[in-house]
């Protein structure tokens, strides 16, 4: 099971270096889990986007399509935000972030994250994370 964070999801619809090899990790058929929090997180990321001019509101609404097609089960935010509260309390980083992480841990899956921070508390507390690359 893999549960998938925004900046993956979007590196991955859009193919970057990071994106493609996150998706080479994925094993077919492998369930994508992620808190309901990634559509408005990633609709978020698009509108910086289209306002940046890096794609038009037709690219955007395919990207949103496209990252929200790769997760299998969205989980309830309500049924995550006192734990992650907590964790972010605890650790010192975004409740937003610590939606994914508790997630991941909940269901001892593996988060697909390029966030290096993120990557750094899953690997210091015990959250099976993937590393794209060896520079941490």
Not at 93 to 113: E, I, N, Q, S
Request: charged share 25%; proline share 1%.
């Amino acid at each position: 099971m893999i549960v998938l964070d925004c900046n993956a999801a979007f590196a991955m619809v859009r193919g970057t270096q990071e994106g493609k090899a996150l998706e080479a990790l994925l094993l077919k058929g492998e369930g994508i889990a992620a808190p309901a929090f990634l559509k408005v997180e990633l609709a978020n990321v698009l509108w910086k986007s289209v306002r940046a001019g890096m794609v038009d509101r037709r690219e955007a609404d395919a990207a949103a399509a496209a990252a929200t097609a790769l997760v299998g089960e969205f989980f309830d935010d309500e049924e995550l935000v006192v734990e992650a509260l907590s964790e972010a309390v605890r650790l010192g980083h975004p409740v937003y972030d610590m939606l994914y992480f508790v997630l991941a841990r909940r269901l001892g899956a593996t988060l697909f994250t390029i966030d290096r921070k993120l990557q750094g508390l899953c690997a210091d507390n015990g959250v099976n994370c993937v590393f794209t690359d060896d520079e941490f």
